[in-house]
């Protein structure tokens, strides 16, 4: 073997190495991290956000946010994870609103896997953004 194929061959296994290392469900310190982008709907086409789910000794964790939602300022939105309501959060004057959800603080976090759906809706049921863990 020559040291061109050794220089190659050691080069195809780090990156090999590294493409098993970055999966969205990537596992740090025997907990899993996953993150959706939420899209605008049609109707609501500038809103842009992202949803965090992270599991770690057992507890679980789940971040939706949203912004440039400005013309839902004051507003009730609806957050379903796989197709089940978690939770509810409010525009602000600035277009964001937030959910954090928490075993840690006693609530119930759905289980979440890659290719999970997240939809936030209005209280009349519009869809406003969504998005795949």
Known sequence: M??????????????????ALTPAAQAQGGGTKLTA???GTKAFPGVSGK????????????EVEIEHARSLHGKRLTVFV???KIGTMVVGR??????DRSTKR????PNVTAGTGVSVHT???????????
């Open 2 to 19: 020559t040291r061109l194929h050794r220089a190659l061959l050691a080069l195809t296994l780090v990156a090999a190495l590294a493409a």
């Open 94 to 99: 600035l277009g964001n609103a937030r959910l």
């Open 123 to 133: 209280a009349a049921g519009a869809a406003v953004a969504k998005g795949r863990f």
């Open 51 to 62: 949803a965090t789910f992270s599991r770690e000794s057992g507890q679980r964790e789940l």
């Open 106 to 109: 006693g609530q119930a976090v």
């Open 82 to 84: 796989g197709g089940k």
């Open 37 to 39: 982008r939420l899209a």
